[in-house]
């Protein structure tokens, strides 16, 4: 499997995948995501953009909610950041990136 991520286009409506759950984890205080035979233990900035992926906001509008909430965070770098994570987990059929720009 070679290093190609999934390109995100800023139209797309990102959500959980089917048969995907985020939920909080008692031993961390933290969250995971659960999906079929996987767990992927969530930082706080996952979560934060995972809670924003419910199929209805843009990938765009997501990195502006995202930017609004941190003074000083570069809008650019935090939208190629977060693409490329949607990116990796879209890899992994944990999202799915409906939208016009599918």
Same mark, same amino acid.
């Given at each position: 499997m070679g290093d190609t991520v999934t390109e995100v286009p800023g139209d797309a409506r990102p959500r959980l995948g089917q048969f995907v759950r985020m939920r909080p984890d008692r031993a961390t205080g933290g969250h995971v995501l659960l999906g079929p035979e996987t767990v992927v233990v969530l930082n706080p900035t996952g979560h934060a953009v995972l %809670? #924003?992926?419910? /199929?209805?906001?843009?990938? *765009? +509008?997501?990195?502006? %909610? #995202?930017?609004? /909430?941190?003074?000083?965070? *570069? +809008?650019?770098?935090? %939208?190629?950041?977060?693409?490329?994570?949607?990116?990796?987990?879209?890899?992994?059929?944990l999202v799915t990136l409906g939208g016009a720009g599918r």
């Open positions: %809670a #924003l992926c419910d /199929g209805g906001r843009t990938v *765009d +509008e997501i990195v502006a %909610a #995202l930017v609004a /909430g941190h003074e000083g965070a *570069d +809008e650019a770098t935090v %939208a190629g950041q977060v693409r490329d994570y949607l990116g990796r987990l879209a890899d992994r059929n």
